[in-house]
């Protein structure tokens, strides 16, 4: 996954040179590399040859995958009726992209050698053994449901955390210079592709990444949990089988927790020890315990990875004459918390960085 990704970060930041001066839209553009690094993950190949509307997709799910009146009232479900014909209509194209990698990839299977077989991903999902039986109980139907989990999680969730970044780092230029600063300070001279390696040790980066994740967590509510036990909390009886909600937004903007919750300040953990493991519970984008998303790492990897590389190689402006203020903050319905209207802006590569490994 790691050369994958990789690969595909230096084809977007040479997409990006190419356009240098002209306006793009990052956040679509972050979806369609990560989209292509989980394809050749799972394809060795990209989505171009075999389901180029994927990353539209999956964004499409992300947003519209709203909470209705119905799912709180029974009742009042009828009033659903539209949003389902759309919902259902968006699950067939879906289905269809799956199928066509489904059916691409089962062709492929069927003409290789038998000693090959054991590094195709799809042939090792189709030879899985759930019980204790001699042949495999999962069906293609388990396969589209993996890769579908596979592609919606690692598409839009770093591609919307990097689009807040860079929206929040144009609005407050001071910040997206000092980012600038240490990223040409800890490596001065070199002009390669910036790895793991080289962003490990860099705290304002960090910091920058949690700052992001405190105003613009990926699921603002996390995935439900159900009470084991009757407790009381705060003085509220909660009898045992009780659904209930984490809403870390709400933790990260409280004010009685955070100064100035609503203002974008990566300086606030310079002096500060949350982190997001899970174990400082102000900040949970990631949440915490057994339910903790098992991403966390490779998320963190490819959001610091492809951000510090954006911002070394390029200056970066609002698209628009009227600077800063055109850029709209607005969170979009859905069960993420992506830009309501995508981050226009324009990049201008560096020159120190025109002729770097970008050639």
């Not at 040479?14 to 050749?40: F, H, K, Q, Y």
């Not at 493991?277 to 990897?301: H, V």
């Not at 190689?313 to 600077?323: M, R, V, Y």
Request: hydrophobic content about 40%; proline content about 5%.
């Amino acid at each position: 996954m790691r050369e994958a990704r990789y690969s595909e970060g230096r084809r977007l930041l040479c997409r990006l040179r190419d356009w240098s001066g002209t306006i793009v839209e990052p956040g679509t553009l972050i979806a369609e590399m990560n989209a292509a690094a989980i394809a050749r993950l799972i394809l060795s190949k990209t989505l171009d040859e075999v389901a180029p509307d994927m990353p539209q997709l999956m964004r499409s799910v992300q947003s519209k995958a709203t909470p209705t009146i119905g799912d709180f009232i029974a009742y009042l479900s009828f009033t659903e009726a539209i949003f389902k014909i759309r919902m259902k209509r968006l699950h067939r194209r879906l289905n269809t992209a799956l199928d066509s990698i489904l059916e691409e990839r089962s062709h492929l299977i069927s003409r290789l050698p038998a000693d090959q077989l054991r590094d195709d991903f799809l042939q090792v999902l189709l030879s899985a053994k759930t019980d204790d039986s001699e042949e495999s109980t999962l069906t293609p139907a388990d396969i589209k449901a993996i890769m579908s989990d596979l592609f919606l999680a690692g598409i839009d969730t770093s591609a919307s955390t990097l689009e807040w970044a860079m929206a929040e780092l144009i609005r407050k230029k001071e910040c997206l210079l000092k980012l600038q600063k240490e990223l040409d300070e800890a490596h001065k001279g070199k002009s390669d592709y910036l790895t793991d390696e080289d962003v490990k040790d860099l705290p304002y980066l960090y910091n920058v990444v949690k700052e992001v994740l405190r105003l613009h967590p990926v699921v603002p509510l996390l995935v439900p949990r159900i009470s084991s036990t009757e407790t009381t909390v705060e003085g509220y009886f909660l009898p045992s089988g009780t659904i209930a909600f984490v809403n870390v937004w709400a933790i990260a903007r409280d004010p009685k927790i955070w100064d100035h919750p609503e203002d974008f300040c990566p300086e606030r953990f310079e002096t500060s020890t949350r982190d997001m493991k899970g174990q400082d519970y102000e900040l949970l984008p990631f949440g915490s315990g057994r339910r903790m998303c098992l991403g966390i790492r490779l998320g963190m990897s490819m959001v610091t990875v492809t951000l510090a590389n954006l911002i070394r190689l390029f200056d970066w402006e609002p698209a628009l004459d009227k600077g800063v203020e055109s850029i709209d903050m607005g969170e979009a319905n859905g069960i993420g918390s992506a830009m309501e209207h995508p981050l226009k802006c324009t990049p201008h590569i560096r020159k120190e960085f025109v002729n770097a490994f970008l050639t």
